[in-house]
């Protein structure tokens, strides 16, 4: 299994970027699938995450309003397009996978990709 993320880079703050993550060898149909970030000297933290069972999704307080997850089982990929970027969204966000329904933070989560930097600049 592998999840392999992409589209992080260096933007300035209210800037946008959308985050994607491919899955492979791994029926996404069946896993929830989240998002994580990690800053320096930081622990990881969940940032979104989106419902196999029913679809619903959820958000760290920090980024409601602002970030938003989406997947497409078809292709193996899920989303998160980040608006309204700040520099304390900076960090290395990771894709996460995991057979719970509810996933809000590390427990549970099965699988992690490499993660893809994501800095903001003031």
């Known amino acids: 299994v592998r999840l392999d993320e992409s589209g992080g880079g260096l933007v300035q703050t209210g800037d946008s970027l959308r985050l994607s993550c491919i899955a492979s060898?791994?029926?996404?149909?069946?896993?929830?699938m989240a998002w994580f970030r990690q800053a320096p000297g930081k622990e990881r933290e969940f940032v979104a995450s989106?419902?196999?069972?029913?679809?619903?999704?959820r958000y760290t307080d920090s980024v409601t309003g602002r970030f938003t997850i989406s997947r497409n089982n078809a292709e193996y990929r899920n989303y998160l397009q980040m608006d309204n970027l700040r520099p304390e969204d900076t960090a290395v966000y990771y894709c996460a996978a995991s057979p719970q329904a509810i996933v809000t933070g590390l427990h549970g989560v099965t699988y992690w990709g490499k993660g893809t930097q994501v800095t903001v600049s003031s």
């Open positions: 989106s419902n196999w069972k029913d679809d619903s999704t």
């Open positions: 060898a791994l029926n996404v149909r069946y896993y929830t």
